[in-house]
Antibody, heavy 121, light 110 residues
Framework: QVQVVQSGPEVKKPGTSVKVSCEAS????????VQWVRQARGQRLEWIGW????????NYAENLQGRLTISRDMSTNTAYMELSSLGSEDTAVFYC??????????????WGQGTLVTVSS | QSALTQPASVSGSPGQSITISCTGT?????????VSWYQQHPGEAPKLMIY???NRPSGVSNRFSASKSGNTAALTISGLQPEDEGDYYC??????????FGTGTKVTVL
């Protein structure tokens, strides 16, 4: 059974960084990609980046280039999203979603429960 | 990358059919058959409803169908039921190997 479990809520001060984890199980982690999506309260979903697990290749949304780093640890089946220089506009729920290449390409099949990141002084 | 355009809201009575459009460009929706649709209930993570333009994952009701023509994709919900209420988002793979979400549509069952 596929499971995707994210780390807990975070409260951060402006200017600092946050790192959210996304642990996967029930499938071959190395044959997948992990997408990251954020959603501010009452707003639409926004794609922010992805990582191909086998190669470590990443791609980030243009508006977050330079502040966003996505990484993975294949020994623990975990992907990470780190966002730096936080501002109040970064307050949002961050989701990860696993894309299983065994099932095809380019859709977000299994989602984590979401991690609320609050940026407040 | 600008968001794909969806209507802000669509409503229908139980049993009716509704259609949600998703308009992009030749760099996203029109470029590949990699449009997917997600349902989101308040406080919950999104759920995959359609992938590769028109395919339903196992467990998704066959009341959900979808298609694409040119730069516009569409999701149809037939036999509308109260549990279909929620927000719906399309997303497309793009020519820059990134993704772009739609603006989201709130579906109301009257």
């Amino acid at each position: 059974q596929v499971q995707v479990v994210q780390s807990g809520p975070e409260v951060k001060k402006p200017g600092t960084s946050v790192k959210v984890s996304c642990e996967a199980s029930g499938f071959t982690f190395s044959n997948s990609a992990v997408q990251w999506v954020r959603q501010a309260r009452g707003q639409r979903l926004e794609w922010i980046g992805w990582i191909v697990i086998a190669s470590g290749n990443t791609n980030y949304a243009e508006n977050l280039q330079g502040r966003l780093t996505i990484s993975r640890d294949m020994s623990t089946n975990t992907a990470y999203m780190e966002l730096s220089s936080l501002g109040s506009e970064d307050t949002a729920v961050f989701y990860c979603a696993a894309e299983l290449y065994s099932n095809g390409c380019c859709f977000f099949e299994h989602w984590g429960q979401g991690t609320l990141v609050t940026v407040s002084s | 990358q600008s968001a794909l355009t969806q209507p802000a809201s669509v409503s229908g009575s139980p049993g009716q059919s509704i259609t949600i459009s998703c308009t992009g460009t030749s760099s996203d929706v029109g470029a590949y058959n990699y449009v997917s649709w997600y349902q989101q209930h308040p406080g919950e993570a999104p759920k995959l409803m359609i992938y590769d333009v028109s395919n339903r994952p196992s467990g998704v009701s066959n009341r959900f169908s979808a298609s694409k023509s040119g730069n516009t994709a569409a999701l149809t919900i037939s036999g509308l039921q109260p549990e279909d209420e929620g927000d719906y988002y399309c997303i497309s793979y793009t020519t820059t190997t990134s993704y772009v979400f739609g603006t989201g549509t709130k579906v109301t069952v009257l």
